[in-house]
């Protein structure tokens, strides 16, 4: 199954460009579904009527688009949570909620939309499902989630401690306080499932990122900042869509000098992309509403929205260690983050664990078993990867001759390589 995920920074006219990206592949035959949060916008752009939220709506022939509602996915766990835990609640004499009354909670958004794209991503019913999602720095911290949520599970819950349930009544009486009760366990087990599931459809290699932005004095600076972002949590993006692109060679001269701004900022952006599509997406003149409008920037020469064919496949977890020891007794560990500014690095060794630091996003990975045996010398930025040198620690890695162990790295921001 491919997936593509929509964003871009907000106001560029994300929601139609998926909508679009959807029909062209209907157009081409392929079975398609349409995922979307927003209320209003999908409806507007399709004009299809009210979409459904608990099962996907007929748009044309092949294509089927679905709103999630955050506030119903909320009610309906909560209300599970709270006649799972009812015992619990009635010993604390605590009044349960009713349905009607809950209102979701900040955050419940993410959680919707994540786990309605795994139970799409399950269905054999689609074989494209175009996202769109939230504006890109959210997307990006959407798709962080899981991972960080399951770093706080075995944290909070190891699963080897697990392995003690059937001792738990024993050692409540001889400490004299309760013990973790065995449901608090068992739903850690849950959410694990579940988020390591999610997890399996955003790395998958038919998953991949296109964002979406107008042409502007600051578009590529900002795009770079949000593909660094991206890669930092292992995302891969495969296009960027310049939207909204006014004619050139108009005789009127406001309309001259709009599109002459235009053209520089998308000169600007494919140098800063020359590896990824660029493509071009004309403005109507209007918003687009309709299935024949959206036909309009499907059939456009330059748009590359009907281009929804996979990529080559990437490998799901792009961080890869290189092994120098032979040539110059170091490990590398390399980080493809394309776009990244070295300034905005930060580096950092927790234990067993690395904080690599892009801008305003951050990424806490666990170190390789091999890599824990060995301590920071250096990191470097070169042509958009990041090397983090590992030199054995002799007190750690049995065999290796007596050097120096000043393995720290040399401040939170990597050096030159």
């Given amino acids: 199954m491919r997936t593509l995920l929509v964003t871009g920074p907000g106001g560029a006219g994300r929601t139609t460009l998926a909508a679009a990206t959807a029909l062209a592949g209907a157009r081409r035959g392929a079975r398609v579904l349409l995922l979307t949060t927003e209320s209003d916008a999908p409806e507007t752009v399709l004009c299809s009527g009210r979409l459904a939220t608990d099962a996907p709506t007929p748009v044309v022939p092949g294509l089927h688009a679905r709103r999630i509602d955050p506030a119903d996915r909320f009610r309906q766990e909560f209300l599970a949570f709270q006649e799972r835990a009812g015992a619990a609640f009635d010993l604390l004499g605590a009044a349960p909620l009713e349905g009607d009354e809950l209102t979701e909670l900040p955050g419940s ?20 499902v175009v996202v769109d999602t939230p504006p890109a720095a959210e997307t990006i911290r959407l798709l962080a989630l899981p991972a960080q949520v399951r770093r706080y599970l075995r944290r909070l819950l190891p699963p080897e401690r697990q392995a003690a349930r059937a001792l738990r009544p024993v050692l409540a009486q001889l400490a004299g306080v309760p013990m973790p009760a065995q449901k608090l366990y068992e739903a850690a087990e849950r959410w694990e499932s579940e988020l390591a599931a999610v997890q399996r459809v955003i790395d998958d290699p038919g998953t991949s990122v296109r964002l979406v932005t107008e042409a502007g004095p600051v578009a590529a600076a900002n795009l770079r900042t949000l593909r660094a972002g991206l890669a930092l949590h292992g995302r891969r993006t495969d296009a960027v869509l310049v939207n909204r692109l006014l004619p050139t060679g108009s005789a009127d001269p406001f309309l001259a000098a709009l599109s002459g701004s235009q053209q520089t900022a998308l000169k600007a952006l494919r140098g800063e992309f020359p590896d990824l599509p660029v493509h071009e997406v004309p403005h109507l003149g209007r918003d687009p509403q309709g299935v024949e409008e959206l036909d309009e920037l499907i059939d456009g020469p330059t748009s590359g929205i009907g281009d929804t064919e996979p990529a080559d496949a990437a490998h799901p977890d792009p961080w890869t260690v290189e092994d120098r020891l032979a040539t110059d007794g170091i490990l ?15 580096l950092v060794r927790r234990g067993d664990e690395i904080v690599v630091t892009a801008g305003r996003f951050r990424r806490i990975r666990t170190l390789p078993s091999a890599l ?6 250096g ?23 007596p050097g120096d162990r000043s393995g720290d790295p040399p401040g939170n921001r990597p050096g030159s390589a």
């Fill in 109 to 128: 958004e993410a959680f919707a939309l994540l786990h309605a794209l795994r139970t799409e991503h399950a269905s054999d019913a689609w074989d494209l």
């Fill in 372 to 377: 824990r045996r060995c301590a920071v010398s």
């Fill in 332 to 346: 590398v560990w390399r980080v493809p983050l394309p776009g990244a500014d070295r300034d905005a690095l930060g």
């Fill in 379 to 401: 990191a470097g930025l070169r042509d958009g990867v990041l090397d983090i040198r590992f030199t054995p620690d002799p007190a750690l890695w049995p065999g290796t001759p």
